[in-house]
């Protein structure tokens, strides 16, 4: 369960995913955090995936308006080493670009690349 309070209004926080991880009771369900939409609500990427803790099996990552990591502005070590803490096992996926057509997908997938092993650490 993805929140996405720029999309919907149904899942705003990482609250309301675990709120309905908790309703639902399947232990083959987990929640994911996409930062686009965390840096959307202004909160702490890092502060989701602590509280996502154990239930986050997935990652999408978007800096502001959906760019590449690294090329909007956000920070994205405070994440990485959150995903250490919590010793995520998941993917690490990119949501960039697709809000506009002006943009290379391979350039950006490049750029993202590059990004996530500089802050993960490879």
């Not at 609500?41 to 999408?60: F, Q």
């Not at 959906?66 to 956000?74: I, L, Y």
């Not at 057509?101 to 590059?114: G, H, M």
Request: contains cysteine; glycine residues 10%.
């Amino acid at each position: 369960m993805e929140p996405t309070p720029a999309d919907s209004n149904v899942i705003e926080s990482s609250e309301d995913a675990l709120d309905l991880l908790e309703v639902v009771g399947l232990d083959n369900v987990g929640v994911m955090l996409d930062t686009f939409h965390v840096l959307y609500r202004n909160e702490v990427m890092s502060d989701y995936a602590h509280r996502m803790g154990r239930h986050l099996i997935h990652t999408h990552w978007a800096d502001y308006g959906r760019a590449a990591p690294g090329d909007g502005g956000a920070d994205f070590s405070g994440l990485a080493q959150a995903l250490h803490d919590i010793d995520y096992q998941g993917f690490v996926c990119m949501e960039v670009g697709f809000n506009r057509r002006d943009v290379d997908p391979d350039a950006l997938a490049r750029r993202s690349l590059a990004y996530v092993k500089r802050v993960m650490g490879d």
